[in-house]
């Protein structure tokens, strides 16, 4: 077995010291309050996607409307998975996630949208997961080895926004032409 960079009987000592600050170690290597910040600000990103999607699935109309409306049902449940991971990293760093209503858009990187037309509205879903990614690869490169755990998370995020986006651009591309603006 390799030997420890610090002495064992060293890292149980500093693990007895602040206990109450959970996982954040003197290990830990970003800056924390940012990085709590960060988080809500893709928290936001997260709750404003799924009202938008929601919004979607429940006005999309037209004889194409059907799979289009269940690819937005399915989004909208996995952003929602997002934001209750982004939640519960928060809590884990010892922040509060912040759920307001009242500042929820002007923290969000994606922008709500009310369009009532079937092909700007999934125009509008993958402009939001576009920003998504850019927003999540740079918080990655960001955060790099200084908090590897929120990096892993945003890491999955991103697998997944990029999911979305690809979906999006599949549906464009199979819409018929007739729609396409």
């Known amino acids: ?76 449940a996995e952003e929602q998975e997002h934001a209750d991971r982004l939640a519960q990293r928060i809590v884990q760093l010892g922040g509060e996630p912040d759920f307001n209503p009242e500042t929820l858009t002007l923290r969000s990187h994606a922008e709500y949208d009310e369009s009532l037309d ?26 790099g080895d200084r908090d590897v755990t929120t990096r892993r998370v945003f890491e999955d995020l991103l697998a997944q926004e990029e999911e979305h986006a690809d979906d999006l651009k599949g549906l464009l591309e199979r819409l018929p032409a007739a729609l396409g603006s």
């Open 118 to 143: 079937l092909v700007e509205m999934i125009k509008e879903d993958l402009v939001a997961e576009r920003v998504a990614i850019a927003s999540y690869t740079e918080i990655v490169q960001w955060l």
């Open 1 to 76: 077995m390799a030997e420890f960079l610090t002495d064992i009987k060293e890292i149980r000592a500093r693990a007895r010291q602040e206990i109450g600050k959970g996982p954040i170690t003197s290990a830990y290597g970003a800056d924390l309050p940012r990085v709590i910040q960060v988080c809500n600000e893709a928290l936001a990103t997260e709750l404003v996607c799924v009202l938008r999607y929601k919004r979607h699935y429940y006005t999309a109309t037209g004889i194409y409307a059907e799979p289009v409306a269940a690819e937005f049902l399915e989004h909208a």
